[in-house]
């Protein structure tokens, strides 16, 4: 089948973020209780019951400022770390392209966490025990009816758009072409990286300014244990003990690390 | 809007000021966006704060709070300027022939040469007698003939380089000269002054918009409560008429004064005349000095030869010389509109006697505006209130002065959706439930999703709205509320012989369906024939729904709830027969369509009208004013943006809804016929302004305003400045609604001080985030939206946090004389220090949404802002106040 994408142009944005709201209104995620930090950007991070969020970002001096639009959310890479690490096949590539997700199969490790260059999967969970993994599913169940995400549909700029991944990436290409003039480091992310992302920006600047990473890739650690450790490792049952071990030890560090500082 | 949001995307060049249409009216972005990316369109903004639509713009201009009239002034005075040197580059043919600019009034002393008052002013009255800025010779004017030619004769075939010298070839007294008169003083020196904003900006600016001027440009001026929240906030928006004006950017695709309305379908309540100054319609409120209707002559038909009808009937002004087209002055069908409504609410009773039974307006001396209710209530003069879907304890200004004021009344129900500000206001903290008297009563009303009936956007569209769910226990939807109250209270009159003047509630004609049907009341808005009658060619029936307004009688055979809403709900054409079958109603033997109701998704245009989309006021005309979207012959401006063509064949026109008449073509090709029996003028070369008794689009507002007929720099009520920094005695419009301040005590308290700048030194603002809405009734009680905007927040610019020592998150003291609140502290580039005047001045920008009420809670904005109010309108000063900010 033909592959999808969504093409998110952050020079459209204006971040009023009704995706924000879309995307918890039909995956029913509850509102999560925040508080004013100095910021308008809440909730702070992505977390279980918040699986898209947009960011605001201020550069420049006063006089001179410009205020940029990002996006936090599943890319949905073509080489997932997170589909290589998941043990239990949970995390999967489905055909149309985006990494899907059996939330009946995740055991709750953890491990996609940890891997994804982009940090964006969260695991619900409490001190006693993690229960899953969640991230942005495209909404599978939309896409695989004719539909189109609900934070597309949401989008009242025009920002977002969804459709084969050609198109997208057509579109992509010839939107910095337009632009490239008014923004000489306008740059589209996700042609290639990672084998191409099922997630690509239009940018009006380079993508660390969106704190992106240049060059994502998949950590090493994980290429070893897709390929050689994860083969061997289900025939040892060992193994399994040692995996609740991590899983506990990770449960305790994700709780700890405060995410997401800027 | 004079256009409509579609048509955003017809413009080359958007200049958004006094608003933030990103986050207020995002959908407004899909159509920027697409400007933007397919024509390649300029974003402009000018604001004070940089918000989410500045984000997106071309071109940002920060502008001292309360300074547009200077920032446009200073652009028409540049425009003025380029359009003598190069009138090439304009539409000349537009300015001297759809704008009174070569329009000669009285002699006028401006207010640069007059202490800052123009002609007319009346010290003991503190008011102007307008009849001073009337255009010599009253109804019949003269013109400057030299204006009158092609391209200005290139200005005179340059005469003179000298601008004194080229000004001085003009008649005196012509528009265009005292306009240049009047903002010659706006230079770039004196606007950088006093707006704040850097003279290269305001170049960039000027130049960029003014080349919207050119015929094959068009450029749009979108603005919300920004422009219109000051005491002058009327003459923030004549300034935009007057520079759209000289642009000849009315009337065409792409242009236009865009009012991006503050809440949903306040476009249809204002229509209906939520408003103390007008009846349904936009016609003038009888007041006590109206004795009786009119005159009604031997045929039975209501005149305008006396009376009230006398009074809001204007009489046509005759062209000059050299003007080739002639007034059709629209509002001389007002009688028939006042007559059909009379005949709506009063069915059975003669105009004569029902005239009466409408309240009266004292003509001077009391404010009916929010502000004067307030004052009224506070002052025990108005005891019983009824409050729908609105929230004066939160939404007005002057919060805690309004909520002491809502003690004083004997009774308040509140219709609302949830508990509000307004119907807790006996339980606030603060006070003991106890203390207050008032009994309070809450009608549980059903949300926008819960009822059926139609809403008008800004852009003049009324839609059906279905109702997608029941509302939830006892609630109701409001028109089932208020027929409820109205039939009870005619059964309490009609029951009470001794009761005092009940004729206008026992006549009250109120024969709905139970419950009562909005798809009723669209047909009683639009109109009915009462009597069977013929009007040109088209014979009625009794019962039948009038086709148009053009069809309503001033002899009570017809009705009409609201003539600019006739014709949304009639007699089905035949493409409307063949293609909204499921949308035809049988009304007195006739195959009827409820317009609002469709939903045609096809559109023969070149620029998005889309005119089988619901329906658009009046008469389905997706762009007002479009007779001056085509020259003297018909062509359009430009070729690539034609809403009208006309068919010379059939005498009719192609596109949109013509303005005025539609059988008449353009001007150049028709002529007026004089009838050789009675005598009387048919005028058939329309001018395009019809609404305006000389068919021109004013650049001079003649005695249209209360403060005068030209935009003037003033300051707000609070100003940090001790005199006007444009170089005259007059500090503030000296006719906005207390100015002097006083008229709101409660027991023998101020409720409204005024603060100086010595206690209050920075600039107050209040505005709205994308997230919530209003007062937040609609929002703050939404776990999603509170996710994203949690807490009372106020915004301070980086400079002035350092200056006093907050960071980002503390709780932050906001203060001004009339109160103060606490919130949280975002400290953001998104404002900035500005030089204005020899100071160094910020801004606060302070958020509305929050209140005691609701699932999210937090101090209201409101308390900081005063209880004063522009000259024309009274809407309050919510935009500019002074206030103080310390770490709390």
Redesign the interface.
Known sequence: MTEKAILFDAT?C?????C??AC??WNDL???????????E??PDLSADTWLKMKFI?T????D?????GRRSCMHCTESACVNVCPTKALYHHELGFVAYDQAKCSGCGYCVDACPFDIPRTSGSLVGIKHATKCILCHDRITSGNIPACVKSC????LKFGDRSEMLAEGKARIN?IQSKYPYATLYGENELGGLHVMYVLQDSPSVYHLPENPKVPVSITVWKDIVHPIGWTLAGLAVLGLGFNYVIARRKIQVKKEGH | MTNHWIDIKNADCMMIIGSNA??NH??S??W???AM?ERGAKLIVVDPH?N?????ADIYARLRSGTDITFIGGMINYVLEDMRKYPENYNTEYVSQYTNAAYIVKAQVLPGDNNGLFSGWNADTKKYDKTAWDYNGGTAPSAESKLLTTNWGGWFSRASDDPDTAWGELNANCVLRLLHEHYKRYDLVTVSNITGVPQEKLIEVYQEYAKTGAKNKAGTIMYAMGATQHTYGSQNIRGYSILQSLLGNMGIAGGGINALRGTSNVQGSTDMALLSNYIPGYIGVPNDSDTELGTKNSSGVWTRDSGYLKRITPVAIVKPSGIAGSSANWKQHFPKYVVSMLKAWWRDVDPAVSFHYMPKIKASGQNYTHIGLIESIGSGTIKGLMVWGQNPAAGGPTSLGARNALGKLEWMVCADIWKNETAEFWMRPGVTPADINTEVILLPAAASYEKEGSITNSGRMAQWRYAASNPPGEAKPDLEILDEVIKAVKALYQADSSSVFPDPIVNLTWEYSSPVTADEVAQEINGKALAAFSSSGRAYAAGELIDNFTHLQADGKSSCGNWIFSNQYSKASSAELDNFTELLTEVAGVMAINRLRKRGTTDSSAVGLYSNWAWTWPLNRRIIYNRASIDLNGNSWDPNRTILTWDAANKKWLGDVVDGYGSYGPINLETNTTDSTTGATTIKKILPFIMNSDGMSHLWGGSTMNDGPLPEHYEPWETPFSANPIGHGTLNDPTAYRIGGGGFTINDVDQNPKGTVDQYPYVGTTYR???HWQTGIMTRN??????????M?VEI???LAAEIGI????RVEVSSARGSLHA??????????MQVNGRTLHHVGVLIHWGYSGLSTGDSGNILTPSVGDANTTIPEFKTFLCNVRKA
Do not use: H
């Open positions: 459209k204006m971040g009023c973020r009704g924000q709201v918890k209104e509850k509102g999560v209780k925040t508080a004013n930090r100095g910021t308008i809440n909730p201020e420049g001096d006063a006089q400022m410009r205020w940029l639009f009242p700029s025009g920002a337009d | 990103a986050e995002p959908i972005f899909k920027v966006t697409k990316q940089q989410r639509t500045s984000a997106k985030c994308t997230e939404l776990p999603w939206l509170n996710e994203l905007q949690p807490n927040y610019g980086e400079d960071q980002a998150g503390d949280i502290a975002v400290v953001t580039k998104r404002f900035a220090a």
